[in-house]
């Protein structure tokens, strides 16, 4: 299908997603000043909708003074604690599904979702892609780790969407040599325009690609790494195997499309999507973010767990979205199997979907048939959901893996600060 069908059968299948689209292009044309205008109306708009439809907020916000660093942080233990409050009360639930993460940070959590909220990211992400030189209608392929999001009905598992949209996805779960071989083939074949994948699952691919001494299509114009921290030596790899430029995204999945890497380099704050801060706490600078636009379940100040900073100055590109650099986040680790497969963190994350009762969690591989996970969690789990585990955990990862969970009062952090939440042999 040539890019102007696609993507003329794309507007006609999504036209609300293509309005956004319009609409947060016009953004960037403003200018840092008359953008920051608009952050700060949006942020005081989204704050008196919290505070007038969203019952966790209405008993917390009233005595805003139109400041926002007066405004309370919202946990992840809040969320977890407060899920129902949180969402809009006039929500219609027939509507409204809920997702799960399995936490970056070593906290799984559970939110509230919409199409609306759908329908905003994907805009958002072709925003994003769009900073590279990639245009409505080319292909894009999806290297991705989460199983929910590539199976029927998830973000990326639209079959006939993705045709008409130019989209393919692998699930990015697993890194056999057979597998990256397979990806490699598709690359060659399918000629896409861009990568978008977990940092490990690209530079996988881009080790494989250098030892089979195999050629990326001249295609490529550029691939984006997100869900982990991105490597200076990681990205070194890609654009040697790959043979086109290495962009990073920052986003999560409760507040996707945070921050958007440019052609010169510079990672770029959405703040008409969402308000970002920098709080210096216990030695390192976390991030607070707000999402301007979710009106169904609002996270205002909202901690993620990762740290890095915003930066003053303006980026060659020309663009008024303020700079900002990662700090060490999402330090992730693969797991090798007795079978001799290598597993993506994703894949025992999964496991504690809706287990919101976990305070936090750390998986640690003792042996390559022994798994520990250890929890932080006011009661033991039930017998027959820490047998569920063991068995989601045999049946996913290896027969021959033994599970031990075991209770704990805390779990360290690394030298960095940092909370790593699967921990392999290597």
């Known amino acids: 299908m040539i890019p102007n069908m696609r993507l003329w059968l794309h507007r006609r299948r999504y036209p609300g997603r293509y309005a956004r689209l319009e609409s947060l292009l016009h953004n960037q044309a403003l200018s840092p000043e008359a953008l920051g205008d ?62 799960h993460t399995g936490g970056s940070t070593g906290q799984p959590l559970a939110f509230w979702y919409d199409e609306i909220k759908h329908e905003e990211m994907r805009a958002g992400m072709m925003r994003g892609f769009m900073m590279s030189g990639w ?58 325009v861009l990568l978008y994948g977990y940092a490990s699952a690209l530079t996988q691919l881009a080790r494989h690609v250098i030892d089979q001494r195999q050629a990326m299509p001249d295609s490529l114009l550029g691939a984006y790494s997100t869900a982990e921290m991105l490597h200076d030596d990681q990205r070194a790899l890609m654009r040697e195997a790959f043979g086109c430029r290495v962009f990073n995204q920052y986003g999560c999945r409760e507040v996707p499309n945070i921050a958007w890497e440019c052609r010169h380099g510079g990672m770029h704050v959405m703040s008409d999507l969402v308000q970002l801060e920098s709080a210096h706490e216990d030695g390192e600078n976390r991030l607070l973010v707000t999402s301007l636009t979710n009106r169904l379940m609002p996270f205002i100040r909202y901690d993620l767990g990762d740290s890095g900073r915003l930066l003053e100055g303006e980026c060659p590109c020309g663009s008024p979205f303020p700079l900002m650099e990662m700090g060490m986040c999402r330090q992730n680790d693969l797991i090798l199997t007795p079978g001799g497969r290598r597993l993506h963190p994703a894949a025992f994350n999964r496991l504690l979907y809706g287990l919101t009762q976990i305070r936090q969690y750390q ?64």
């Open 38 to 99: 608009y952050q700060r109306e949006a942020f005081a708009a989204l704050v008196r909708h919290a505070t007038a439809h969203v019952p966790y907020y209405a008993q917390r916000l009233g005595g805003w003074e139109d400041r926002p660093e007066s405004l309370p942080l919202l946990t992840k233990e809040a969320v977890r604690t407060h899920l129902d409050d949180l969402l809009n009360r006039h929500a219609e639930r027939s509507q409204t599904g809920l997702g």
């Open 135 to 192: 245009r409505p209608g080319q292909k894009v392929l999806y290297l991705w780790g989460a199983r929910q999001d590539v199976g029927k009905g998830g973000v990326f598992g639209h079959r006939l969407a993705d045709a008409i949209a130019g989209e393919r996805t692998v699930a990015a779960l697993e890194y056999s040599e057979e597998r990256l071989a397979g990806w490699t083939r598709l690359i060659r074949r399918w000629r896409p």
């Open 363 to 426: 998986w640690r591989q003792e042996t390559p048939e022994r798994m520990v996970l250890n929890l932080v969690c006011p009661e033991r789990l039930p017998d027959a959901v820490a047998g569920e585990l063991h068995a989601a955990l045999r049946r996913e990862a290896d027969p021959a893996m033994t599970l031990e969970v075991r209770y704990v009062q805390e779990i360290p952090r690394t030298a960095s600060g940092k909370h790593r939440f699967v921990i392999g042999l290597g």
